[in-house]
């Protein structure tokens, strides 16, 4: 089974980017669509966006369209998300994790990396 390791959180000013990685063990990673989710303390976790196994599509939350990309590199066994112009809003714990569609429900998707802490000072 494929395991994911979330890295690039960190602390950062409104206004600023970042850019998460999610990298994949195993030989299987191109086989499934990736997503990212964030959960901010006493939130219920949120969908962010999602990438089609062979990145050709993507979909993004209404409240990060225009300001985050989602992209994956199969050679790499890797997703990314690069985030630009942060709000304090965008303040969480953000999740990688692998589905088999292309779809905001968490529930949708079955595997999960262990997150990652983005901070957005304003």
């Known amino acids: 089974q494929v395991q994911l390791v979330e890295s690039g959180g960190g602390l950062v000013q409104a206004g600023g980017s970042l850019r998460l990685s999610c990298a994949a063990s195993?030989?299987?990673?191109?086989?499934?669509?990736m997503g990212w989710f964030r959960q901010a303390p006493g939130k219920e976790r949120e969908f962010v966006a999602a990438i089609s196994r062979s990145g050709g599509s993507t979909l993004y939350a209404d409240s990060v369209k225009g300001r985050f990309t989602i992209s994956r590199d199969n050679a790499k066994n890797t997703v990314y998300l690069q985030m630009n112009s942060l709000k304090p809003e965008d303040t969480a714990v953000y999740s990688c994790?692998?589905?088999?569609?292309?779809?905001?429900?968490?529930?949708?998707?079955?595997?999960w990396g262990q997150g990652t802490q983005v901070t957005v000072s304003s």
């Open positions: 195993g030989r299987t990673f191109s086989s499934y669509v």
């Open positions: 994790a692998a589905g088999f569609r292309l779809y905001s429900d968490y529930r949708g998707y079955n595997l």
